[in-house]
Nanobody
Framework: QVQLVESGGGLVQPGGSLRLSCAASGLTFNYYNMRWYRQAPGKERELVAGITSSGNTNYAESVKGRFTISRDNGKNTVYLQMNSLKAEDTAVYFC???????????WGQGTQVTVSS
């Protein structure tokens, strides 16, 4: 079956960096658009960044210039490099695989990112 497994979360001080990874299995990874979402306590889940199967990227305004999404099709993995982290970046981060304009999609279980001094 399809599995998306996120890793790399943790506690970091403001201004620090983390790199999240999402390893996919059970699907033809290079066919899928990949997205990172996050959900903070009491808030709705929001799109952070996306990368298409062809490598085009998009970002939420709040993370532009600080976060970078990338993918390694040989490793079936998508990454989110997060720099200059702020307290408001604290959330559970989820990866999502999409195909057919979202008609087929899969979610990971999430990884916690906490930005605090």
């Amino acid at each position: 079956q399809v599995q998306l497994v996120e890793s790399g979360g943790g506690l970091v001080q403001p201004g620090g960096s983390l790199r999240l990874s999402c390893a996919a299995s059970g699907l033809t990874f290079n066919y899928y658009n990949m997205r990172w979402y996050r959900q903070a306590p009491g808030k709705e889940r929001e799109l952070v960044a996306g990368i298409t199967s062809s490598g085009n990227t998009n970002y939420a305004e709040s993370v532009k210039g600080r976060f970078t999404i990338s993918r390694d099709n040989g490793k079936n993995t998508v990454y989110l490099q997060m720099n200059s982290l702020k307290a408001e970046d604290t959330a559970v981060y989820f990866c999502k695989a999409e195909r057919w304009a979202g008609a087929t999609s899969y979610w990971g279980q999430g990884t916690q990112v906490t930005v605090s001094s």
